[in-house]
Structures are given as C-alpha cells and as structure tokens.
C-alpha cells in the first residue's frame, strides 16, 4: 500500500489543511496531562511549516456528541503544540464559517492555526457532504496524519478528501502504513501475532484473517477461556462469552485446517476474584477447578510463549495477557512485554492495553512500531480496509 506524503508535496504558499489526532487527556484545570499524541505529529507539522506552508490543523476531542460543551475546547492542546513548536499556535472558535475564513486568509507563511474541535458539528461523524465541502474550503492541500481515526468514514477524513485533486499522509500515518500494512504484506519469518484481551468477539475477525498471513498465534487474556472451553476443558469460573461458543468453535476448525500453530494457556494463575489484594494461585494444569477464574497466564505457559517469541522475526501484540492494572495479576503481560522487547524481530504493538504495559514496563523504546491508533490497528488486522487510508493518493 504505497501511498503519496507530504514530501510529494510543496506546501509554500499554500493552505495545507491537515487532520491529526489531538484527543488528548485533559486534567480538571484543562491541562494537557499527557501530550504524546500532540508530539507524534510534531514531525509532520514542522516540516510543513519550515517548507512555508501555511497550516490549518483540525482533530476533535472527547465525545461531545455534535453539541458544542466548554470541556471539550481544542485550546488546551493549541497552548501545548505552541510549546513544542516554539511559536504562536492560534485556537480558532469554530472549525467552519466566516470568522474561520477571515482568520485563515491572514495567515502567513509558517502561520499555524488549530480549528475548533470537528465534534462539535454532527455532521462531522455523519460525514455531511455540505460540511465536508466547507471544511475543504479553508486548504489548497490535504493531509491526513491521524492515523487513529482512520477507521471512521467521517468528514475530515474521508468526506473532504473528494474536493481535493491530491490527499497525502503525513509521517505519523506513512509510519503506521509502512509497518502495520508491511507486517501483513511482506513480513520477516517466522511471523507471529500474541493476542489478548477480554472478549473473543472482538478478535474473531483478527483471527481469521491472521491465519492466512502468519507462522503462528499465541493466545491469552480472558478471551483464552471462550477458545478452551470449546476444546471440552473446563475453566472454572473464568470469564466465557457463551453467546460466542459456536463462532469460537468454527475458529478453532479454521486453525486446524490451516495447519498454523496456534498456542492457548497450559496453565494458569487463578483467584476467587478479580480486585487488589487477592493472592493468586498457580493452576499447573490447563483445566481450572470450580470457583476459581483464570485471571493470567501461568508459568509454563509465559515460558513456552517466551522461547516462540524468541524464535520470530516479525511480531504483531495486540492485547494484555491478564488483568494488567493488578499488579499479582500482571506478570504474564510483563513478561510477554520483556521478551517482545528483547526479541530480534521487527516488533508491532497495537490496542491501547499492550501500548500502556509497554509504555509502564519502560521498554517501549525498544519496541519497532508502537501503534497509535487501538481501534484503526485491530480492523487492519482484521483485513479490512480503513476509509481514511483508502483515501488517500496512490503513489
């Protein structure tokens, strides 16, 4: 999937509306408490702005449900680019009309501007052709570098993408592409995907669609006991989507006659209950006696994921291994963090659970690609194809 960037473009002079993501964590003074989104852009903004574009940010923040709610304003994030660029970053009060107009034809060269935040517009996520158009009418030239809402066929960035000759990505999403598509095209093997989480539903396509391109799956988190259950092994009291036996049953069928290897929990640590201070047990056996719920990945279990991951070259996570936020229930998320980090293989992780163990493990620096975008990463590895790529120019 090779698509047009921003150095296909030449931005001097010229009002480059760009997209990105700065729906970022707000503290009760309106302060951005944690500003990594904003930073990822970084590169992709300043290189516009070096190049004389003129530059006309646009994002939405929280969920204000096409209402316009004073918590939900983009400035906070408007004073924290300003920080990190070292130069004024103007929050406009709206994101279409004529005041935003008037204050995008003054721009100068270099200028940067940030729209008020799209959701306060139901037409934003309704993708309203009318909006779409009034958005494409402040830009010359369209970027998309929010990778995290790639998978919404909205207005920004999808919508508006059909007024403009030339739609390219900046470098956060041209990132995002080469790994996450590159992983599935053309990986380095033995490739692998470790997958976690608590629902099986939401990996069932994930799946299916991995057994065509990967050497092997290794399984953990809750949605391990749906798959096990269905193997005739008894779980205990362990979390299992019964309304999904019979999809899980017709996954594991699909397994088999692949042929690809495919790894699920041979023991366990287990409690009576999922919450702090409760001191796990470890079940040496991969059926879990009653009363007790399977709440990480046991020992022989890490080990043997451990020696496969050692083994890979390309390595897609997309999911904790237990109920990480509990530090007796987190060790198996550690460990499977530790050793992807160690590992010699291109290393992806998606999905906002693994991102944070890595992140709080410390070892995200030595991880190849951290994705940005939970939801956009999962239906890419699910095989489908994401409006806001699809959008965009081919090279």
Known sequence: MAKKNIDDINPK????????????????????????????????????????????????LGRPKGQVKEEFRLEPAAKSLSTLLKKPVTALKDCIGDEVKNAVNAMQDGDVVLLENLRFHPEEEKNDPAFCKQLAELGDLYVNDAFGTAHRAHASTEGVTRFFDTNVAGYLMQKE????????????????AILGGLKISGKIDVITNLLEKVDGILIGGAMAYT????????????????????????????????????????????????????????????????GLKGIDIGP??????????????????????????????AEGTIRIAKAVAASNAVTIVGGGDSVSAVNQIGVSDQITHISTGGGASLELLEGKVLPGLAALSDK
């Open 177 to 192: 592409i080469e790994y996450l598509v590159g992983a599935l095209e053309t990986p380095a093997r033995p490739f692998i």
């Open 300 to 329: 022989a279990t890490i080990k043997r994921y451990e020696e496969e991951i050692a083994k890979a070259k390309t390595i897609v996570w997309n999911g904790p291994m237990g109920v990480f936020e509990i530090p007796a229930f």
């Open 227 to 290: 798959l096990l259950k269905v193997k005739g092994i008894d779980v205990g009291d362990s979390i299992v989507e019964v309304e999904k036996l019979d999809v899980a049953k017709e996954t594991l069928a699909a397994v088999e006659a692949k042929g690809v290897s495919f790894l699920l929990p041979e023991d366990h640590k287990a409690a009576t209950e999922v919450k702090d201070g409760i001191e796990p047990q470890v079940i040496d056996a991969q059926s879990i006696p009653t």
């Open 13 to 60: 002079g010229k009002r480059v509306l760009v997209r990105v993501d700065f729906n970022v964590p707000l503290d009760d003074n309106r302060n951005v408490t944690d500003d990594t989104r904003i930073r990822a852009a970084l590169p992709t903004i300043q290189s516009l702005v070096d190049r004389g574009g003129r530059v006309i940010l646009m994002s939405h």
